[in-house]
């Protein structure tokens, strides 16, 4: 399977530690596609329908036609094993507010 950036599958996020988000659910991969070309893992945001508009570490977004959150507070690196079906792709806009987003919690 070829696993691109931006794009949303379904994960097997289990098992999980402490108050790590769990379950099947989906996820954004934010790893570039090059790396996740090479690489047997790729790194993700996890998605969730809990939403929390006031918390700056998540954006609102829609997915499979549901709303949704991309929790940047669990970004984490996950084996290929893990991943499942393709559900969706990232709009370009939300594709940049993530990318805003990592660069100001995580870029400096």
């Known amino acids: 399977m070829k696993i691109k ?3 949303v599958y379904y ?5 999980a530690v402490g108050s790590e988000i769990r379950k099947i659910r989906p996820v954004i991969v934010i790893s570039k596609t090059e790396m996740n070309k090479y690489l047997d893992t790729v790194v993700i945001c ?4 809990k939403l929390h ?3 700056r570490s998540r954006i609102q977004c829609m997915i499979d ?6 929790a940047l507070d669990q970004i984490r690196t ?3 094993k893990r991943i499942r079906n393709r559900i969706d792709t990232l709009s370009s806009e939300i594709s940049l507010q993530l990318r805003c ?3 100001e919690m995580y870029g400096e």
């Open 78 to 80: 996950i084996s290929k």
């Open 53 to 55: 508009s006031q918390w």
């Open 5 to 7: 950036r931006y794009e």
């Open 11 to 15: 994960a097997d996020l289990n098992p």
């Open 46 to 49: 996890p998605v969730t329908t």
């Open 65 to 70: 036609d549901k709303e949704a959150e991309i």
């Open 101 to 103: 987003l990592i660069t």
